[in-house]
């Protein structure tokens, strides 16, 4: 069964950050792509950044670059998520998904549960 677990959400105040993880298990992605995306109250689920498995290129949306970073550990099989001078804006569900195509389109295979992300002012 494959899965995908987010954590480390949580609140936080402004300027402050967090690291998302996303444990992946099930099957291999080495030909995949990893994307996180998040989706805030009564908004559509948005692209945040994305990377090869392999970990060459990574791609972010314009309103997180030079905030967030994405990165991979091979040999844990998770995805990370590096946020950095966090923003109320930034208040959301966090989603951990994979897709054999990258695209900044909600499009991706296999989904994790979400884990929130709450940035007070």
């Known amino acids: 069964q494959v899965q995908l677990v987010e954590s480390g959400g949580g609140f936080v105040q402004a300027g402050g950050s967090l690291r998302l993880s996303c444990a992946t298990s099930?099957?291999?992605?080495?030909?995949?792509?990893m994307g996180w995306f998040r989706q805030a109250p009564g908004k559509e689920r948005e692209f945040v950044a994305a990377v090869w498995w392999t970990g060459v290129n990574t791609y972010y949306a314009d309103s997180v670059k030079g905030r967030f970073t994405i990165s991979n550990d091979n040999a844990k099989n998770t995805v990370y998520l590096q946020m950095n001078s966090l923003k109320p804006e930034d208040t959301a569900v966090f989603y951990c998904?994979?897709?054999?195509?990258?695209?900044?389109?909600?499009?991706?295979?296999?989904w994790g549960q979400g884990t929130q992300v709450t940035v007070s002012s």
């Open positions: 099930g099957r291999s992605f080495s030909n995949y792509a």
């Open positions: 998904a994979a897709g054999r195509v990258l695209t900044k389109l909600p499009t991706y295979d296999y």
